[in-house]
């Protein structure tokens, strides 16, 4: 039988909560960069007791409704929502890779419904509103430089740009959230070694291999993108879609490049060097991912092997 969570580790798991809400209200950056040490804590109370895990969510959830802000309420309810979706993962012995999934979703939606929830009682202002005044702003500042014969060019091009960006904000969001999770199991990977709870199984980056209906999936999209604008909602979803595929895309293209310098017998440490510039490079790396999938390079590569 588990053992039952003491009053202290109750009274310092919403301590270590409240720390991690203060930071992340303060900077988003920090808090993300913490987040693994708070979920670790977090998860070792659900193991122990799923009474007590939730207990903590009450005790601190209703006083943060009543006496601090939304963002507060909202972001406390992100991380026991993150860390729900964790365990669960491990306890079912998911892979890592169906993890990462999983929880990079539970975080987008989290946040995406979250600052909808915000924007929908006035918390905070539209988020439409911020970007026209952030917009307003930028463009201010570039004509005060009307003596520069290229700032009308100037002004338009960024336009269009912080449009775009707007416009794909979901698909931004999601990406982000990804990385995020993606930290965040790397590091309860470290944090989990010799505990009770035992890490996903998982594949190395070299063999992650998208599935390839994601290449059907992009030029499905890219092709309907043709005929549709980014400014009606059906434009807007097909826009932020295409966007997170293309990533997915731009992974496997990654992975396999990390695959062939390996297969190559390359020297690990200059492999992942020479990942840096096609990080960097994205648009090639996008490129190589596309074709990886069209030919299967990296199953030709196999076969050969044996």
Known sequence: MKPNVSLGQTFLAILI???????????VLLG???????????????????????????SF?????????????????VLYILTAVIYHTLSKGFSQELTLFYGTFALMLSVVGGLNLLQMTGVINPLADT????????????????????????????????DQLFIQLPAF????????????VLMLRLLLQNKELKPWPYLSFKD??????ILYLFFILYIVSLFTSPEDTFGTIISN???????????????????????????????ILLLIPLAILRPLTVIIGLLEMVFRFRLSMKLKRK
Do not use: C
């Open 17 to 27: 909560s409240f720390v991690f809400i203060a930071i992340t209200t303060i900077s």
């Open 32 to 58: 993300a960069v913490i987040l693994p040490l708070v979920v670790y804590y977090l998860l070792n109370i659900k193991h122990k007791s799923n009474y007590h895990f939730w207990l903590i969510f009450i």
């Open 61 to 77: 959830l209703l006083p943060a409704f009543l006496f601090l802000s939304p963002v507060i309420w909202m972001w406390f309810v």
């Open 131 to 162: 970007y026209m005044d952030v917009r307003n702003w930028y463009v201010e500042q570039v004509e005060g430089m009307g003596a520069l014969n290229f700032a009308a060019l100037d002004i338009d091009v960024f336009r269009m740009a912080l």
């Open 173 to 184: 969001i999601t990406i982000i959230s990804f990385f995020v999770v993606l930290y965040t």
């Open 208 to 213: 992650w291999a998208f599935p390839r209906f």
């Open 241 to 271: 879609a295409y966007v997170v595929v293309e990533w997915a895309v731009f992974l496997h293209g990654l992975s396999f490049a990390y695959f062939f310098f390996l297969e190559k017998n390359m020297n690990k440490v200059l492999a």
